[in-house]
């Protein structure tokens, strides 16, 4: 390990004043367990560039990945529809609990309320594509997925509807830096416009990532995330910790996969002192690729070899797909049954 400048002034001092020397090195000796660097470390040595910086650089690709990994892998689905089924379920009902003067509930007031709630949640979508229930599935879903939701506050004016104000859903990741200009004493971090003294968002950058964007006040905009750090301005997936071992463990699968399709090819290898008389004997055809005796027994087929040749397949070390599928349900702090039957029965054939 290079010496640094540190380490060589204190080198210099041990010549002159020994015993100051040697007490500086035991004071920095002293420091957290996890902080040393011992062998078993190598060059664990990881920067903090600041929450949002470390979030904003990576986002782009952990979103990619995750969603990559959610449409291709059953687990990672499973797990993003639970954790909606949970949280969001069917929607959300509203109780009115207005009172009269005396203090009584005022049954038909909440009545016209919770109708008219009912109402506008048929028309909340901008699009009129989606109900209100459903926009805040998606909503959730984003949530899961990226790591943050972004609703836009809107109104229209078409004839027929309920009352102008409406809701517009977008990809979070249309919140972009390019052609942001944010006002005096303002700064701006990955698309959000805040308050340098105290952080508080004054305003989003919505756009493409390709075209300037355009400026939307804060008070007009719907942005939910979960905060993990001081000042965090952006979101990040909750698959993040998650996202290599699910790509390492689908790779793993199609391995097994794999090996199992092609042994279960093969029914048996019979070894003959008289190979061609059997063959012929049993109606065994020759294969032109490998210029062998098959014969299929459907779905699978018999080879047969020559006297002295072997075929031995590797063994498959059964039960190790446990762990890594669950490991997204934990980070997503999920509990369920399914996962729980999955596991289970995959140990219990291990």
């Known amino acids: 390990m290079p010496y640094t400048k540190a380490d060589k002034a204190n080198i ?27 062998v078993s470390t190598g060059g664990w040595s990881p920067n903090d560039q600041g929450v949002n910086d470390e979030i904003g650089g990576s986002k782009a690709q952990i979103n990619n990945r995750v969603r990559q990994l959610v449409r291709d892998m059953p687990h990672a689905a499973i797990a993003v529809d639970r954790v909606v089924d949970f949280t969001v379920g069917e929607g959300f009902k509203l109780q009115a609990r207005t009172r009269l003067p005396d203090g009584k509930l005022n049954m038909v007031l909440n009545k016209q309320i919770e109708e008219a709630w009912e109402f506008w949640k048929m028309e909340a979508d901008i699009s009129g594509k989606l109900s209100f229930d459903e926009m805040t599935r998606l909503a959730k879903r984003q949530d899961v997925e990226i790591g943050e939701f972004l609703t836009l506050k809107t109104s229209s004016r078409k004839s027929g509807r309920f009352i102008p104000f409406a809701l517009q859903i977008l990809e979070a990741d249309s919140i972009s830096n390019v052609g942001a200009n944010p006002q005096t004493g303002n700064q701006v971090s990955y698309g959000v416009e805040y308050n340098a003294n105290t952080a508080e968002p004054e305003a989003y950058w919505i756009g493409d990532n390709y075209s300037n964007s355009t400026r939307v006040t804060a008070d007009k905009v719907i942005h939910g995330f979960k905060s993990l750090r001081p000042n965090q301005l952006r979101g990040v997936s909750a698959f993040a910790p998650a996202v290599l071992l699910s790509h390492s463990f689908r790779d793993y699968i199609g391995s097994e996969l794999a090996a199992a399709q092609m042994a279960s090819k093969w029914l048996a290898f019979i070894t003959s002192t008289n190979a061609d008389n059997m063959q012929n004997a049993l109606g065994a055809a020759t294969d032109s690729e490998f210029d062998r005796k098959v014969q299929d027994v459907y779905p699978a087929q018999i080879e047969y070899l020559q006297q002295g040749e072997s075929i031995e397949f590797a063994e498959n070390q059964g039960g190790l797909i446990s762990a890594p599928s669950l490991s997204l349900p934990c980070e997503l702090h999920l509990r369920y049954l399914g996962y729980l039957t999955s596991w289970l029965a995959t140990t219990t054939a291990a």
Not at 17 to 30: G, N, S, Y
């Open 12 to 38: 210099a001092l041990s010549f002159v004043a020994p015993k100051t020397a040697r007490r500086i090195w035991d004071l920095r000796k002293r420091k957290y367990a996890a902080a040393k660097t011992a």
